[in-house]
């Protein structure tokens, strides 16, 4: 039987209650969960690691956003799957969101609604995912 590789999430979250929270519920999935609590804490961890999926609060810091993140992570992993998490977005949000294939959920959040989309956000296995790399090479 082949061995199964857990999934790594980067979590970028400002607010270390609801941190905390997200890690929990994922690690008791049994994904690999490193934590952020900052924009410049997620570029170090983006460059120390490679990641399955990266998940980030919308507004960090008051002075970054999701999409700074995203970007950042882009840059060294093409096809990284990302997931923004928002109490509000606007519509110029929402769009940029599809336009860069980001998911969106909006607080508050369910948990069953969380842990179904980072599920469906990863590659269900390896050779899933060099499918979907070929398909769109």
Known sequence: MAEHKKNRILVVEDDPAVLTTYRMLL???????????????????????????????????????????????????PDLAAVVVTG???????????????????????IEEFLSTIANALPKTYADHQKAKLKDA
């Open 27 to 77: 690690e008791q999935q049994g994904y690999a969960v490193v934590s952020a609590e900052s924009y410049d804490q997620a570029k170090r961890s983006l460059r120390d690691g490679n990641f399955d999926l990266l998940i980030c609060d919308l507004s960090l810091e008051k002075q970054h956003s999701a999409f700074e993140v995203i970007e950042a992570a882009r840059q060294a992993h």
């Open 88 to 110: 509000y977005a606007s519509p110029d949000e929402m769009s940029r969101a599809e336009e860069t294939g980001v998911r969106v959920l909006l607080k508050p959040i369910e």
